[in-house]
């Protein structure tokens, strides 16, 4: 579950708190972008490893999501930008994802621990791999193991 901390700034007027949405934004943000570089090393690797007879196929099917991620990441960041919401900060460890925002003269934290973080990019990217979500080939463990997340 990721948590939040809000502290105000010095502002002369009393701004909005965060909303749900506008929190929700935020960790669409960071899942999207999380995804798009996977779904990009992916490719990359596909094509450059001499493993598939056909590697135009299946880097084909990892470009279509790439694609999709992107067109989505470009409209969450225009939300942001209405919402006047600006991700000052993204950091990792082991711990999970940290992100520090400022909205509307609040500045917040958002912390999604990785277990959640990871279960929740796979999902995802089983969607816009067109695969179904509850079919999963490889065990738990194996599947949080190959995913070295980076941004």
Known sequence: MATTKRSTLNTPLIPEDITKDEKSLVRSYLLLTFI??????DCRVIGKSGLFKT????????????????LML???TRELTAHNLKITTVRQDQRGVEAKYS??????????????FRNEMMLR???????????NVLPREETVEQMALSI
């Open 36 to 41: 798009h570089k996977v779904f990009e090393r």
């Open 55 to 70: 590697p135009q196929l299946y880097m084909e099917l990892v470009s279509g999501a790439t694609k999709k991620t992107s």
């Open 74 to 76: 470009q409209e969450v």
């Open 103 to 116: 909205c509307r003269g609040y500045a917040g934290e958002m912390n999604i621990p990785w277990p959640g």
């Open 125 to 135: 990217m089983r969607a816009y791999l067109g695969l179904n979500p509850e079919l």
